[in-house]
């Protein structure tokens, strides 16, 4: 049976942004003879602006509550400090996967890039004895062919992205062991650790840098020309494509972001820990996924938007450290971040009806 | 005395304070063709949500084929109550087949639970048939264009009804808008075959915002007004002019010729040389400056792929372009600045972008003119650019930063029309700039186009819609099978004209019918 539901066949799958609303006969449209220029239009009663913010109430929540349930070890100042350094890599992989999912693309290979780049450094500068700035260099322009590879599959052959990256972080796996010996690589220089262990107001540096790059995505992305075509191509590519906007070239830039990203959040972790071992990017890629839908479900409900990223990113970070001061041990990680990632997809597909 | 295909008894529907429908009585009887018109926001959209079950009516109530509706209600006992709807998107699965999507969920069965394809196949070649239409029912809907697809789609609305409705032959058959994609010969074919089931004893309630439709092909028509019905007669009682002063309000006359215009001493601002590619088959011509150029044909002649090509959406096998001079090699980057705007006839998929709010959709072509210092988007610039264009296009809408799919059809259209018209292009192209949208957005789009002529714009724009193309051109060219047929301008640029050179030889068979 044909739906009459007109809201059915303007939805392909993605996140609807505030559709207020929804009588596309009119009903509800009124002229007002000039148009208001507030943003603010858009959130203008409560249950609005309780829709943006779900999330940031999501997070206040969370905090009273193990709080309560645990006053002195959860609210200790320290212990902040310990999740926002200890979640910077996630903050850098998610923060710049909301790139390629701005653009339409969905990149499963940063697992995989994240691993490879953290054995990479690690064997070259370690084993291999290079210098440092040789190391990272070496690594970067691997992972640059890497996205090259994925941009080019997916955009120029138009393969399936999906499995391609799928398939391509397999690869790198594989690759990441076969370079590390499948053992850990320790003796990292200690130009790299002091890169990555200082600390600036009792906050580790990587968290710091991953502040930077979350500026600098919001500032393309919500206020430049290139992040407005960047947002049209993922949600309207044909559309896109005919406004004259270089769509190709956006979604192959997105690749790149996505796959510089996890090169840079392998960099933390070889600096943080100090060692590299095969394998330690898989576990980031699902919280990145959480945290990147999550943030589509608020800030700008219905658009990946860096500032949702990072919101969410606090929520599972703080969620799981809370979980694990129950003496929840590792699984409790997969389970939440698992759980939030089909919450969030429920929610975004809620909060943009 | 039979009971009615359905029966609307005193329905009232309001939304919030707003009232969508005012007690709205209707009868459609079995074996008639019954007509709603109603400009958008009429609450036509309303009623068929509420005969649908959709939305549950505040006080009236609705009965088809005798049994009552009661709320909520589902898909399926409507459908056992033989009703069927055809939406405007018509909901076929593009990679099944035709048998496939028609035969879905009534597949014949025989041991060990095999379907029997063969008998199917012929039952559903001799459905087709009896449509006229000849095609293979393995042909996958995805190979179908645009208007076969609407064909199909209805086929199957009344073979959900009358094949094996088995009951008495009685049913109810809804379509909403099944002509929007179609050219004048499809409508023909189509209402043909709804008449011919109408005769069989199901009611037909047709939705639609064209009038000439229950002029050619209805029995009754009803018109709804503001949410009140303001008729529901004969049509023999009716001309278009009575009929659109029902649907508007006031009487309007229908969409007059501008006096002819002298275009001779302009200059050329785009030739076209043998330009090949899709169906099209070296195409010549070029148009002048203030120029508008009506592209037309039957479905599937050319003229709706030759604005596509010439922006380079899809790149031509052959042929040259010149713009302005200068050689041009089509291509939707370079295109724009050559000084040529698209506005495709595709607008689910390449219009606007629904889920981006109507501000950013506005602004995009022209959103250079807000980077300011750092590459910074000025949002105060954004606003006064959005204003302009919705001010100047009259378009209504509360809040420019809700979705754009919050504005109605023949809104969106104004606005995409708008966003390139504001970035003063030297060549508009357009893709069937005025179906599927209400007559009054359509004779805003023609006011538009020509304001935009006057200034020295040239329109290049391709239409199924004869009147309007008839209205508008100041040039028309008729394509057919893939070649220009026929070149019309001045005084020979009228419907008849048009429609009689769209059909070749067939002239004086396909005007009489």
Known sequence: ?353 | MTKSALAVEDVTKTFGGTAALTNVSLRVEPGEVHALLGHNGSGKSTLIKVIAGYHRPDSGTIEVNGHAVRYPTSALSLKDFGVSFMHQDIGLVPTLSILENLRIGRLQTGAMRHIRWSNERKTVSRLLASFGLDVSPDTPVSRLSASERSVIGVVRAFQDVSAEGSSGDQGLVILDEPTAALPEEEKKRLFGVIKQVAARGVGVLLVTHHLEEPLQFADRVSVLRDGRLVASDDVSIHDYESLAELVVGRSVEKSVKVSERNLADREEIISVNNLSGLVLDSVSFSVRRGEILGLTGLMGAGHEELPFLLYGAQKPNDGSVSVGGKPFVPDPVRARRHGLAFISGDRIRAGGVLSASIAENVTLPVLDSAVGKLRWLRSRQEDSIVQSVLKEFRIKLSSPHLPFSTLSGGSQQKALIGRWVGCSPNILLLQEPTAGVDIGASQDIIAILREFANKGGTVIFSSEQYEDVASLSDRVLVFRGGKIAASLSGAEVTTENIVSSSYGKFQTAGTGA
């Open chain 1, 1 to 353: 049976m044909i739906s009459l539901n007109k809201d059915s066949k303007k939805d392909r799958g993605k996140p609807k942004p505030n559709s207020a609303v929804s009588l596309g006969g009119g009903v509800g449209e009124e002229f007002h003879g000039t148009v208001p220029s507030s943003r603010s239009m858009a959130m203008s009663s409560p249950k609005e602006f309780f829709r943006h913010y779900t999330v940031v109430f999501a997070l206040i929540i969370t905090i009273i509550v193990f709080g309560i349930l645990r006053p002195k070890t959860f609210l200790a100042l320290s212990d902040i400090k310990t999740i926002l350094t200890g979640q910077a890599a996630l903050f850098a992989l998610a923060l710049t996967l909301t790139v390629a999912l701005g653009a339409g693309e969905i990149d499963l290979s940063v697992g995989g890039v994240l691993g490879f780049s953290s054995v990479l450094i690690a064997y070259l500068s370690s084993v291999k004895g290079m210098s440092v700035e040789f190391s990272l260099l070496i690594s970067f322009v691997v992972i640059l062919a890497v996205a090259a590879v994925n941009s080019y599959l997916i955009v120029k052959v138009q393969v399936n992205g999906l499995i391609t990256t799928l398939a391509m972080g397999t690869i790198l796996d594989g690759l990441s062991q076969a370079v590390s010996n499948s053992s850990t690589i320790g003796n990292i220089p200690s130009r790299i650790l002091k890169i990555m262990q200082g600390r600036f107001l009792g906050i580790g540096l990587p968290f710091w840098y991953a502040v930077m790059v979350g500026i600098v995505i919001w500032y393309v992305l919500h206020h430049m020309q290139s992040g407005r075509f960047l947002y049209f191509t993922g949600e309207g590519r044909e559309a896109a494509r005919l406004a004259g906007i270089r769509v190709d070239r956006i979604r192959t830039t997105s690749l790149f972001v996505s796959a510089i990203g996890a090169w840079f959040a392998g960099f933390i972790l070889v600096g943080q820990t100090g060692a590299a071992q095969a394998g330690t990017g898989d576990p980031y890629l699902l919280p990145a996924y959480a945290a990147t839908f999550l943030g589509a479900a608020t800030i700008k409900p219905g658009r990946f938007n860096p500032l949702g990223t990072f919101v969410a990113v606090l929520l599972l970070a703080v969620g799981t450290t809370g979980l694990q001061l129950f003496g929840l041990t590792d699984w409790v990680t997969n389970v939440f971040d698992g759980a939030i990632l089909i919450v969030a997809i429920g929610l975004a597909t809620l909060v943009g009806r």
